[in-house]
């Protein structure tokens, strides 16, 4: 009787920006003419698991990646109704938001919500080293939870709104279980002295309104002035945002000719995939404007690799 082979293998990627990103929607009416991807429900910013999906692929062909393989992870890009891939990819969900603060340094903010979130996704991938306790409840709008390190008796300032500073071990917990999405060896240090809780309602106005907006123009190429009407607006994720995005693989789905080499099984198929990012060189890029050097995220790997 044949041994029994996992169905799945999972990951979680941690993708934290060191340029800014834009994973646009298109053009809209609205004041900014290039919006960046939000969730519907909550304006948080993301990446769409298919624009994800779509770069890990393209990594994969600069890569030098064997075609076979990269079809058979990704799926056909031609007869695309042949199989389907063996790799599924979630949106890049927000984990922290990094954000000016007039009273100190930059802060990297999340919420409650946010966090129990990604705790649920840790949990359903069965990634226990992310799982804390999120039992604790932030009621007051105008409190923001810091490490207990970091008590303060002034006030936090976050864009134009005013904080009160309240030390919470919870934070305490945190922060080296978001330290290991980071891939830097100061994590632990510098999220003790940068991470801020606030409350939900906080959270979603801050995300809707303190992303960047940088104005473009186009050129006349013999003159060089501004040609008319050329001025939009484009919105973009910082750097310094740290998001991740969950991995599953699944046995390979095409079909083999007989005498063919064997289907890779999940843990093969996720392997193949992690070997995109390397220790020596950890990166993706996300988004538009590849070629002014927009989107480049450094890539952290939590896996699940169940025994063959």
């Known amino acids: 009787m044949s041994e029994q082979k996992p169905p799945f293998a999972k990951a979680i990627l941690g993708l934290l920006t060191e340029t800014s990103l834009h994973a646009g929607t ?6 900014i003419d290039l919006p960046i991807q939000r969730e ?14 779509g770069a890990m692929r393209g990594w994969a062909s600069r890569q030098g990646m064997n075609q076979d393989l990269i079809n058979l992870i990704f799926g056909p890009e031609e007869d695309a109704s042949e199989y389907a891939s063996a790799l599924a990819v979630s949106d890049a969900r927000l984990l922290l938001l990094p954000v000016r603060s007039f009273t100190t340094h930059f802060k990297w903010v999340t919420c409650p919500a946010v966090l129990k979130r990604f705790q649920a996704d840790s949990q ?9 306790n999120m039992n604790e409840v932030l009621t007051d709008e105008n409190s923001a939870w810091v490490a207990t390190a970091q008590a303060q008796s002034k006030g936090l300032f976050l864009e134009e709104f005013r904080f009160n500073p309240v030390p919470s071990k919870l934070i305490d917990d945190l922060i080296p279980k978001i330290a290991q999405l980071m891939g830097r060896k100061d994590a632990v240090e510098i999220l003790t002295n940068q991470l801020v809780i606030i409350h939900d309602n906080m959270f979603r106005i801050i995300c809707k309104f303190a992303t960047p907006v940088n104005a473009h123009i186009r050129l006349n190429k013999e003159t060089k002035i501004v040609e008319k009407g050329a001025l939009w607006y484009e919105e973009t994720l910082p750097p310094e945002t740290l998001m991740y995005t969950c ?10 000719k007989e005498g063919a080499a064997p289907v890779l099984e999940a843990t093969d198929i996720l392997e193949r995939t992690l070997t995109l990012f390397p220790e020596e060189a950890p990166y993706l890029q996300l988004g538009g404007n590849e070629t002014v050097g927009m989107g480049w995220c450094k890539v952290t790997q939590l896996k699940v690799v169940p025994p063959n």
């Open 26 to 31: 298109g053009q809209t009416v609205g004041v």
């Open 124 to 132: 359903r991938l069965g990634i226990s080293s992310l799982v804390s």
């Open 40 to 53: 519907a429900t909550t304006d948080y910013p993301c990446v769409f698991g298919s624009s994800v999906k």
């Open 247 to 256: 991995l599953l693989a699944s046995r390979g789905r095409k079909k083999q």
